[in-house]
């Protein structure tokens, strides 16, 4: 055994599957420059098994990529379970699903969240039960679990006999891209090429029922009914996702739909100017494990109404409006008293920068750095 070789299995890394993807391509390039800052001795590759999941990486990385290729039924599972033996990895971290690994590999894995569990729903009964699969080997196997939020780990526990101690929170951070200067980008040609016009509030993420949008729909509605506001609401991102038909029957039975504007997907890069010029962003999904898209709104300078459930109150702190996710009247008053309140805004953008601030990939990597070098 190689005491000196961590494994990254990113089975999720070209899947364009939302947060733990953004996990995958941020963490990475991390750890690997405080690897070679606090450890050189020790040697980092990513496993990647899907087209296009190295091109997510700036060019200087991806010598620390191994391809997986699909072996027999269990794919990529099994082609990661190879790769690992082959670098005679001393550590591997799972960041989604935990391929079989030797017993003589010591595991970390991260548990993103357990909502198939707490909301079984949400999710269609087969994927479920392979996500039940995948955490109840995860806990069985793990020597470390890492959880991306307080509220994920207590979430955890309860659910399971877990030592405490096995169970750390390592916070995940905000892709470097929203730190670009708003000058170096061109947000109307952005807004334009998805007939998107001023003003507008913003959501993005599917059409997912933990995402609760039918709530968020409805409370646009009673905005729009109160004759004050005529912002337009913008979806972002792919509609089409699991159970995602009722939500967008809702969407199309809206009376505003001409004022409700889908993007469907868009380039990564086009995100940041959605955040620029929005008035608010509302999130109130009924589930999250982190919420990327809270912090992402905050580090933009856009005031946000989110949920007061699961890991939202951690991420968003003093800086957002919280509410129920359950009820739409208190979303739309929600988002009424952030629109309506010029000084507000300028308090909740200056306190979105102070919480945004306190997420950060670098300490991310650090405390990963940190687990694996205890397990080598």
């Known amino acids: 055994m190689n005491n000196h070789t961590v494994a990254i299995s990113t089975y999720m890394m070209g899947k364009s599957s939302g947060g733990p993807e953004t996990y995958d391509k941020c963490i990475i390039p991390a750890l690997i420059d405080d690897a070679g800052n606090r450890m050189p001795h020790v040697n980092l590759f990513a496993l990647v098994a899907y087209p296009g999941a190295i091109d997510l990486l700036p060019e200087r990385y991806r010598n620390h990529c191994r391809i997986t290729k699909p072996v027999g039924k269990l794919g990529v599972l099994a082609s990661s379970q190879r790769l690992v033996r082959r670098l005679d990895a001393g550590v591997v971290h799972a960041t989604y699903v935990l391929p079989p690994i030797s017993k003589k590999t010591r595991i970390v894995a991260t548990v993103h969240d357990i ?26 196997r793990a020597d470390i679990i890492v959880t991306v939020s307080e509220a994920t780990r207590t979430d955890l526990l309860d659910i399971t006999n877990l030592n405490p101690s096995k169970v750390v929170t390592v916070h995940n951070g905000i892709d470097p891209l929203f730190s670009k200067p708003k000058s170096m980008l061109d947000n109307q040609a952005v807004l334009d090429l998805y007939g998107v016009k001023k003003p507008f509030i913003l959501y993005a993420g599917r059409l997912q029922p933990r995402k609760n949008v039918i709530k968020l729909v409805e409370a646009y509605e009673l905005l729009r009914q109160s004759n ?16 995602w038909e009722k939500p967008q029957a809702r969407i199309h039975a809206s009376p505003y739909r001409k004022d409700i504007i889908q993007t469907g997907h868009i380039p990564w890069e086009h995100l940041p100017g959605f955040y620029d010029e929005a008035s608010v962003f509302s999130f109130v999904s009924r589930y999250e494990g982190f919420g990327f898209p809270v912090l ?11 949920s007061n459930t699961t890991s939202l109150p951690e991420v968003a702190g003093d800086a957002a409006v919280l509410v129920s996710p359950l009820d739409s009247e208190e979303i739309a008053d929600g988002l009424c008293t952030v ?10 953008i200056q306190k979105g920068f102070e919480q945004a601030s306190h997420f950060s990939w670098d300490r991310a990597a650090r405390s990963l750095n940190d687990i694996y070098r205890r397990l080598l």
């Open 339 to 348: 629109l309506s309140d010029d000084s507000l805004q300028k308090q909740m």
């Open 296 to 306: 992402e709104a905050m580090s933009r300078g856009l005031p946000v109404v989110c």
């Open 115 to 140: 909502g198939f569990i707490r909301n079984p729903d949400f999710f269609p009964k087969a994927i479920q039960w392979r996500l039940e699969k995948n955490l109840q080997y995860m806990v069985k």
């Open 228 to 243: 004050r506001f005529e912002h337009q609401l913008v979806l972002l991102g792919e509609p089409r996702a699991f159970l």
